[in-house]
């Protein structure tokens, strides 16, 4: 079982609409949940982080988190072309000398 | 946020020789990172960084063929020796820093070995 899994997609969703992206997480013991946006052929760049459970909102960004059910998954309001991209999930782990975890992200893709 | 540079950003070397890529960040920061990325795949971590210690690196990598140094708190430096085409890769410098322990990313250095 892989320590933070995503769907790989791609996952297309039409301009204006909202994109879900999700993420599971293996270790209950991870307190900290991040999400980067890569573009093509770009570094990761954070987008947003959360570490209690519920909601955490960012412009069109919302981070929801349930450490429960180990899932944290990324809303994308009013979604553009511009926020087609990978986005990652990575999750900071208390096991393994707090080393965080990146998933393989999912690329999305805004149709205009 | 910690903003990062890498130099060089890209580079086209033959197979044998080795390469030295820097990575400065804009501020002190206590964790640094290297890691490797194939085009359009995951991310997967070389190793840790240590201010005035050995780096620590994971399965697979070994100092012997990714030397790390990192003499200060703003500074590190990743070689990649004896390279092969297999070391063909994008090399990314990262820190950790802030209130949640986010990691940084630098603009990464494109590796092409022939």
């Known amino acids: 079982q892989k320590e933070v899994e995503q769907n790989s997609g791609p996952l297309s969703v039409p301009e204006g609409a909202i994109a879900s992206l999700n993420c599971t997480y293996s270790?209950?013991?991870?307190?900290?949940f991040f999400w980067y946006r890569q573009y093509s052929g770009k570094s990761p760049e954070l987008i947003m982080f959360?570490?209690?459970?519920g909601d955490k909102e960012d412009g069109r960004f919302t981070a929801q988190l349930n450490k429960a059910s180990q899932y944290v998954s990324l809303l994308i309001r009013d979604s553009q072309p511009s926020d087609s991209a990978t986005y990652l999930c990575?999750?900071?782990?208390?096991?393994?000398?707090?080393?965080?975890?990146f998933g393989a992200g999912t690329r999305l893709f805004v149709k205009a | 946020s910690a903003v990062i540079s890498q130099k060089p950003s890209r580079d086209i070397c033959q197979r044998g020789t080795s390469l030295t890529i820097q990575c400065q960040v804009d501020?002190?920061?206590?964790?640094m990172f290297w890691y490797r990325q194939q085009p359009g795949q995951s991310l997967t971590l070389i190793a840790t960084?240590?201010?005035?210690?050995?780096?620590?690196?994971e399965s697979g990598f070994v100092i012997d063929k990714f030397p790390i140094s990192r003499p200060n708190l703003t500074f590190s430096t990743l070689t990649v020796s004896n390279m092969s085409p297999e070391d063909s890769s994008i090399y990314l410098c990262?820190?950790?820093?802030?209130?949640?322990?986010?990691?940084?990313f630098g603009p990464g250095t494109r590796l092409t070995v022939t």
């Open positions: 960084a240590n201010q005035g210690s050995e780096a620590t690196y």
């Open positions: 270790d209950r013991g991870s307190q900290s």
């Open positions: 990262s820190a950790q820093g802030g209130e949640g322990y986010e990691q940084y």
């Open positions: 501020s002190q920061v206590t964790m």
């Open positions: 990575a999750v900071r782990s208390n096991t393994g000398g707090f080393k965080t975890i």
């Open positions: 959360i570490y209690s459970n």
